[in-house]
């Protein structure tokens, strides 16, 4: 009976010895290492997901693990003429700090280890969960709430466009434009310079639309295609748009932290953009139109058919994404440590707009890639000869196209962004 006493003893002796010894392998085989991706990685943010995130993990040592999340992009998804440039540095999971650096203690469980806990940043509190394992991880952000509420809970629509009791030009547009100049701009009925020749850009119907039968201003595709903005408590900026994606046409909304933001101050916030999800809808909203949708303010596929106005389209379209990409490419360092936004109070909403510190090189850049397009000129000279009140102007409007260089460089003030109301 000593002996079975004995044994007994020996085998669960030996049983907890292999246990401690297998939970000690087991955090042994979790090395270091980078989880990325949607097949190694899940991240949420108050329970939506997000996109474009990496964690690098380092295991214990006897101390806690370590874990820091950041996020990079690389720009070649976008343009294969964008192809060999580095990977940059893009928005990190909270709003505010590109990366995020906390450590947890490890809790086995089922086939993987979990983890929480909580903290601060300078702009959010929040608290956090997961489970890690050798092949996958988890990390949901939860409670995420900004510090500062300045902005928070409220709802916005893009300006509609109003024009002037005489029908000459408009009092109020969706866009905020301001631009100032040394240099005048010396073009007859055009009494703010280079400013109203912005306006007028906007609301000329260049756009080709309805499957090349009509053609739309960029004031009312904004005004068509943007129902909502707005701005939570947590940083999230969701906006309701116009979808069109293989062959229907809805109101829907863009992934919850596509858009996110802090306030720094009474009238400014730092706009951060994921780019993993402006790819998404680029090309969601790119696939299969159908032209015959009347709401559909982008117009219809570019079909080679060998018609005029689906050939107009195609063009636009290509125009459209080259001066995308050159405003990403110019933004991109700001993506990370977020783009500089002024919010100005108006007496029926507020206007957003990037300043001229972030403005004046970006225009610089837009300014040579049009100036260097001659379908995008030949488009704009139909568009003004096509308009019986601009006609008599396409002498001074061709010359002011050539100067625009001269013009920015004379540059004293220049705001361009939106013109928002209070959604009812």
């Given at each position: 009976?000593?002996?079975?006493?004995?044994?007994?003893?020996?085998?669960v002796?030996?049983?907890l010895?292999?246990?401690c010894?297998?939970?000690?392998?087991y955090?042994?085989?979790?090395?270091?290492?980078?989880?990325?991706?949607?097949?190694?990685?899940?991240?949420?943010?108050?329970?939506?997901?997000?996109?474009?995130?990496?964690v690098?993990?380092?295991?214990?040592?006897?101390?806690p693990a370590?874990?820091?999340?950041?996020?990079?992009?690389?720009?070649?998804?976008?343009?294969?003429?964008?192809?060999?440039?580095?990977?940059?540095q893009?928005?990190?999971?909270?709003?505010?700090?590109?990366e995020l650096?906390?450590?947890?203690?490890?809790?086995?469980?089922?086939?993987?280890y979990?983890?929480?806990?909580?903290?601060?940043?300078?702009f959010?509190?929040?608290?956090?969960?997961?489970?890690?394992?050798?092949?996958?991880?988890?990390?949901?952000?939860?409670?995420?709430?900004?510090k500062?509420?300045?902005?928070?809970g409220?709802?916005?629509a893009?300006?509609?466009?109003?024009k002037?009791?005489?029908?000459i030009?408009?009092?109020?547009?969706?866009?905020?434009?301001?631009?100032?100049?040394?240099?005048p701009?010396?073009?007859p009925?055009?009494?703010?310079?280079?400013?109203?020749?912005?306006?007028?850009?906007?609301?000329?119907?260049?756009?080709?639309?309805?499957g090349?039968?009509?053609?739309?201003?960029?004031?009312?595709?904004?005004?068509?295609?943007i129902k909502?903005?707005?701005?939570?408590?947590?940083?999230?900026?969701?906006?309701?748009?116009?979808?069109?994606?293989?062959?229907?046409?809805?109101?829907?909304?863009?992934?919850?932290?596509?858009l996110?933001?802090?306030?720094?101050s009474?009238?400014?916030?730092?706009?951060?953009?994921?780019?993993?999800?402006?790819l998404?809808?680029?090309?969601?909203n790119?696939?299969?139109?159908?032209?015959?949708?009347?709401e559909?303010?982008f117009?219809?596929?570019a079909?080679?058919?060998?018609?005029?106005?689906?050939?107009?389209?195609?063009?636009i379209?290509e125009?459209?994404f080259?001066?995308?990409?050159?405003?990403l490419?110019?933004l991109?360092?700001?993506?990370?440590t977020?783009?500089?936004?002024?919010?100005?109070?108006?007496?029926?909403?507020?206007?957003?707009?990037i300043?001229?510190?972030a403005?004046?090189?970006?225009?610089?850049?837009l300014?040579a890639?049009?100036?260097?397009?001659?379908k995008?000129?030949?488009?704009l000279?139909q568009?003004?000869?096509?308009?019986?009140?601009?006609?008599?102007?396409?002498?001074?409007?061709l010359?002011?196209?050539?100067?625009l260089?001269?013009?920015?460089?004379?540059?004293?003030?220049i705001?361009?962004?939106l013109?928002?109301?209070?959604?009812?």
């Amino acid at each position: 009976m000593k002996h079975l006493v004995i044994a007994g003893t020996c085998a669960v002796t030996l049983c907890l010895l292999a246990a401690c010894d297998k939970e000690k392998d087991y955090y042994d085989v979790l090395d270091a290492k980078t989880y990325t991706g949607f097949n190694e990685l899940t991240v949420t943010y108050n329970e939506s997901p997000m996109s474009g995130k990496s964690v690098t993990f380092t295991p214990p040592a006897g101390a806690p693990a370590t874990f820091k999340v950041f996020s990079q992009f690389d720009l070649s998804q976008l343009s294969g003429s964008l192809k060999g440039t580095p990977p940059i540095q893009a928005p990190g999971a909270l709003p505010g700090t590109p990366e995020l650096t906390f450590t947890a203690d490890l809790h086995t469980a089922a086939g993987h280890y979990t983890f929480s806990g909580a903290g601060e940043t300078e702009f959010v509190t929040y608290s956090y969960d997961g489970t890690v394992n050798r092949e996958k991880m988890s990390l949901n952000f939860t409670g995420v709430k900004l510090k500062d509420l300045t902005f928070a809970g409220r709802v916005f629509a893009p300006a509609p466009a109003v024009k002037n009791p005489d029908g000459i030009g408009y009092s109020q547009l969706p866009f905020h434009i301001v631009w100032e100049s040394d240099m005048p701009v010396q073009i007859p009925g055009l009494t703010n310079g280079i400013e109203d020749l912005m306006k007028l850009f906007v609301t000329l119907p260049i756009i080709p639309a309805y499957g090349g039968t009509a053609e739309m201003s960029l004031v009312q595709v904004i005004g068509n295609a943007i129902k909502t903005i707005g701005m939570r408590d947590d940083g999230c900026i969701p906006v309701t748009y116009l979808q069109t994606a293989n062959g229907s046409s809805q109101f829907t909304q863009t992934p919850m932290s596509f858009l996110q933001y802090v306030p720094t101050s009474a009238g400014s916030l730092r706009l951060f953009v994921n780019p993993t999800d402006l790819l998404t809808l680029v090309l969601l909203n790119n696939t299969n139109r159908d032209p015959d949708i009347p709401e559909n303010p982008f117009g219809a596929p570019a079909k080679k058919t060998g018609t005029a106005g689906n050939a107009d389209n195609e063009e636009i379209k290509e125009i459209a994404f080259e001066i995308a990409i050159t405003c990403l490419e110019k933004l991109a360092p700001m993506l990370a440590t977020g783009i500089p936004v002024t919010v100005a109070p108006q007496s029926n909403g507020v206007a957003m707009y990037i300043g001229s510190e972030a403005m004046l090189p970006l225009m610089k850049e837009l300014t040579a890639s049009i100036l260097a397009n001659d379908k995008l000129k030949a488009m704009l000279t139909q568009a003004i000869v096509g308009n019986p009140q601009l006609v008599q102007m396409l002498p001074d409007l061709l010359k002011a196209m050539e100067r625009l260089p001269e013009f920015i460089a004379s540059t004293t003030r220049i705001e361009l962004g939106l013109n928002l109301v209070p959604y009812k």
